[in-house]
């Protein structure tokens, strides 16, 4: 089955940007499907973030202000989400998931903001 | 704002059918798709109902969805609960600009 796992720092500090990377397996993203973050701050509910369809559009959750981008490289069968100036408020795990709908989802990464 | 208000926690006894439910506001409920996730405790999301009503591949028949277009509501019905149905459960759908909006969660509780 589909297989996805995040991977970046697991601490970042306030007013940096944070990069994260999802790698997915046993599918190909050249067939398509659009893929998506979402996260989950500690003791809270789910948030969606941001989701990209390789090579076309990309939309995004409007709370984050212009401070989130979502790329994908369907030849390395990886996307990314880079989120600017961030601080306490961003702590959470991040999950990356196949979207269209969200189907399969990774393990998650825990990203703590703090200095 | 299209809104998602989901019960804070339910609880029912095993073997017992339990029904989440998951109110609209600004919006209608059904108009576009709804999906519903279980996360287990310190577990990733997994995904339970795409499209409204459709089983995820591998989840058990017990578990099924509706729209209830009276209530503007989404429904995730249990059918025969088990202690291993313990969990968060999330509902999602889409706003007028298509954007994915959450329900803040359901904690299941099977006593």
């Known amino acids: 089955q589909v297989q996805l796992r995040e991977s970046g720092p697991s601490l970042v500090k306030p007013s940096e940007t944070l990069t994260l990377n999802c790698l997915v397996s046993?599918?190909?993203?050249?067939?398509?499907?659009?893929w998506a973050w979402i996260r989950q701050a500690p003791g809270q509910g789910l948030e969606w973030v941001a989701s990209?369809?390789?090579?076309?559009?990309?939309t995004y959750n409007p709370s984050l202000k212009g401070r989130v981008a979502i790329t994908a490289d369907a030849s390395k069968n990886q996307f990314s989400l880079t989120l600017t100036s961030v601080t306490a408020a961003d702590t959470a795990v991040y999950y990356c998931?196949?979207?269209?709908?969200?189907?399969?989802w990774g393990q998650g990464l825990l990203v703590t903001v703090s200095s | 704002n299209f809104l998602l208000t989901q019960p804070h926690s339910v609880s029912e006894s095993p073997g017992q059918t339990v029904t989440i439910s998951c109110s609209g506001s600004?919006?209608?409920?059904?108009?576009?798709?709804v999906m519903w996730f279980q996360q287990r405790p310190g577990r990733a999301p997994t995904t339970v109902i795409i499209?409204?009503?459709?089983?995820f591949s591998g989840v058990p028949d017990r578990f099924s969805g509706s729209i209830d277009r009276s209530s503007n509501s989404a429904l995730l019905i249990i059918s025969g609960v088990k202690t291993e149905d313990e969990a968060d459960y999330y509902c999602?759908?889409?706003?007028?600009?298509?954007?994915?909006?959450f329900g803040g969660g359901t904690k299941l509780t099977v006593l």
């Open positions: 998931a196949r979207d269209g709908p969200m189907d399969y």
């Open positions: 046993n599918w190909s993203m050249t067939i398509g499907h659009n």
């Open positions: 990209v369809w390789p090579g076309g559009p990309t």
């Open positions: 600004g919006g209608i409920v059904g108009a576009n798709y």
């Open positions: 499209e409204n009503d459709r089983r």
């Open positions: 999602q759908s889409y706003d007028n600009n298509n954007l994915k909006v």
